[in-house]
Structures are given as C-alpha cells and as structure tokens.
C-alpha cells in the first residue's frame, strides 16, 4: 500500500463511540486515519463504515495492554508511512463502579492497565514516529472525573461521583499528560489531555447528555493544534479544566 502524504493520526479504541466519531472528523478534515481496535473484526468493520464515507482509513489491530501487539503497530506505520502526525490514546475501560473501600486491587490493576499503563505505552512506543512528523500532537482521551479540583468541589456536578479506581486513573494520566508535555516540547510534539464530558456510550449505558458527536469536537481541537497550540494542559470544549 502507498505511503500516505496526507498528515495521519493513530487513535486507539476507535471502533465505536466517541473514538469512531473522532476518527470521522480527523477524516472529514483531511487526516489519514489509523483506526486502532483491540478486536480485528470490529475494527474492519468500522473502518469500511468509514470508507464509505470518502474517508481514508486504515484499520490496525492494537491492544494498549499487549507490547508485542503495540510493537507489531509500530512496525506497520513505520512501513507504510515513515511518520505520525498525531497520536490520540482513546481506549480506556471503567472497570467496576463500586465504592472506594470495596473496589478490589485486582479490578483497579486492570483498570491502570488500560487507561495509565496503556497510553504510556503507546505513546513511548510511538515516540520515534511522532519525532519524524517534526511537529505533532499526542491527546490523552481524559474525563472530568480525574479533574481533582472538580471532585473535592460540592458544588460541582460530578462531586458525588466517587469511583476510586476509574477516577484516579485519570488523574494519573493527567499526571503523566503534564510529565511528557515537558519532556517533549524540546522534540516539537504537544501532549494534551481532553475531557469528552460526560457522553451517551456504552460506558455507562448511553446515559450521558453528551452526544458523541460533541465529545469528539474537543479531541480533534487539541489533535489538530498548531505550533502556537498550548501544550500540557486539561481541556474540556477548548476551556481549562482544573487539575
């Protein structure tokens, strides 16, 4: 398959919901899409859905918990197209939403697995790639429920959404957002965090009041950043969320 000259982006977990949908609109705005799924199936599927559309995608199987599986990603996008304009880290689970004192290490090491352990992968593993593009964008699909600042205020909305293990998981990747945006800026690639809000998905039973559509909107916002973008930072809807 030829090169792509287009820029490209890699999302992972794009097979549904608001990854999909951001895989659209980076499409929509000329971007070559890498459609990363853990489920090969799924991910053709999605990427034909795609197509259909006049969008350029590839699929690419991708599990953040696998390194021979993130390895086998790189060499593939590396082969086919030398460089990664932009890397967006969009899979993440929530594993089981009980209270804090009864939530189970085992199911907390899963959730990190997925949604901390999973983006530093990743985007270490991609790191070259992104070096390559000689100015990109990484964006860490975060959540307003990692925003400390929000959780400690009662007045805030989600103040009583007390989830230990899906909630400190984003707090630690907003910790390690602001850890590589510092490293990185001497390389020219920007590493953000996004909060989609809270979206009607699978993950919590297509209870949101968000539609996908505007969860991807402030993604594809940070994903698409010039060199005078902001980097290091928590954003909802383009606006500063508090640590």
Known sequence: MATMQKKS??????????GFETARQMGRLGYGIWLGSRDEERGGAAARSLTAEGIEVR???ID??????????????????????????????????????????????????????????VTQAFLPLLT??????????????????????????FY?????????????????????????????IKVNAAD??????????HSGYRTVEQAASGIVWLATLDESGPSGGFYFDGTVVPW
């Open 59 to 61: 699929p690419i199987s």
């Open 132 to 157: 390559n593009a000689a100015g990109a964008n990484v964006v860490m699909v975060s959540s307003g429920l990692g925003s400390l600042g929000w959780l400690s205020d009662p007045q805030n909305q």
């Open 64 to 121: 953040v918990t696998d390194e021979a599986s993130i390895k086998q990603a790189v060499m593939r996008v590396e082969a086919e197209d030398e460089k990664l304009d932009v890397l967006i880290n969009n899979a993440g689970i929530p594993g089981q939403m009980l209270p804090p004192s009864q939530q189970s290490i085992d199911d907390i090491r899963r959730i990190y697995e997925t949604n901390v352990f999973g983006p530093i992968r």
């Open 160 to 188: 009583g959404v007390n989830f230990l293990g899906y909630n400190s998981s984003k707090s630690a990747l907003n910790a390690v957002t602001l850890a590589l945006s510092k490293e990185l800026a001497g390389l020219r």
């Open 196 to 205: 989609p809000g809270y979206t009607a998905t699978d993950f919590n039973g």
């Open 9 to 18: 982006v890699l999302i992972t977990g794009a097979n549904k919901s608001i």
